[in-house]
């Protein structure tokens, strides 16, 4: 019963900045945490960043990591991913969804996804 929409993506040159936003409904609040992958072409859905719903824990995979900032605003059920020094690897379709194992970085341990939003990143 978890819904998830994506919004915040677009087009950005190198070294630029983008936030990306994900406002859940259904029950979020019965899974441990949020967090947020992505998706290049060619290439597997691969762990960006998570953060639990309580506390101040984050983590984020060492690609994004002293660039990205994972946040959450939990009176509207919304997290957002602040990237700044965008690089063209970044570029990829990024999803958010709900997990009950923080420290776990597969795919497979969450669910609820959003359609996405496309972050195309040029050079």
């Known amino acids: 019963q978890v819904q998830l929409v994506e919004s915040g993506g677009g087009l950005v040159q190198a070294g630029g900045s983008l936030r990306l936003s994900c406002v ?26 998570a953060i639990r719903w309580s506390g101040d ?11 990205f900032t994972i946040s959450r605003d ?7 991913l602040q990237m700044n020094s965008l690089k063209p690897e970044d570029t990829a379709v990024y999803y958010c969804g709900t997990t009950s194992r923080y420290y776990c970085s597969g795919v497979g341990c969450y669910e609820g996804w959003g359609p996405g939003t496309q972050v195309t ?3």
């Open 57 to 67: 824990s984050t983590r984020y995979a060492d690609s994004v990591k002293g660039r």
């Open 74 to 80: 939990n009176a509207k059920n919304t997290v957002y």
């Open 24 to 49: 859940a409904s259904g029950r979020t609040f019965s899974s441990d945490a949020m967090g947020w992958f992505r998706q290049a072409p060619g290439k597997e859905r691969e762990f960006v960043a």
């Open 121 to 123: 990143v040029s050079s």
